[in-house]
């Protein structure tokens, strides 16, 4: 959740490593994808306000303070376009179903009356104790078409 991170700090002016290790995970993202020079011209001069991750959470960042949490992470992801980009990642369904399963946390959060502070300490504390979240993601294949051999499908009877 750099993105929280990024936002809360950017919000408060505090560019500190924390900050300047939040902007480069999402600058190195998929999302963003800065080579290295322009990474580190941009931590070298501290200049973060001439880049496109400033500039597509720019409304996020000066309206935090009124935002919910889900409002926070619905205009991340639609400010950053990032279902689309989601194509680079190679497994789309996998990825939709995390952003789907993250999307249901912030909202029971949300409804909990954390703050954007408390959902950062929340899942620095999940990766502090090395907790895995693993999702099945589960196709549906009742249109699909089956492909096997005659000597496969003998006896086999198909519901539909």
């Not at 290295?36 to 720019?58: A, G, M, P, R, V």
């Not at 309206?63 to 950053?80: G, M, Q």
């Not at 376009?81 to 680079?88: A, E, G, N, S």
């Amino acid at each position: 959740m750099k993105f929280f991170v990024l936002i809360l700090k950017y919000h408060l002016k505090e560019f500190d490593a924390e900050f300047k290790h939040s902007f480069m995970s999402v600058a190195r993202s998929f999302i963003f994808e800065y080579d290295d020079n322009t990474l580190f011209n941009i931590i070298n001069e501290n200049d973060f306000y001439n880049n496109n991750i400033y500039e597509s959470l720019k409304d996020i960042i000066d309206n935090v303070e009124y935002l919910s949490l889900i409002n926070i992470n619905d205009k991340i992801l639609c400010n950053l376009d990032v279902y689309y980009k989601l194509i680079k990642c190679g497994n789309v369904d996998g990825s939709s179903a995390i952003i789907s399963y993250l999307t249901n946390l912030i909202n029971d959060l949300n409804d909990l009356n954390y703050s954007l502070n408390d959902v950062i300490e929340y899942f620095d504390s999940v990766i502090e104790k090395e907790l895995k979240i693993e999702l099945p993601v589960r196709k549906n294949s009742l249109n699909s078409v089956k492909i096997m051999t005659i000597h496969g499908s003998k006896g086999l009877e198909f519901s539909l």
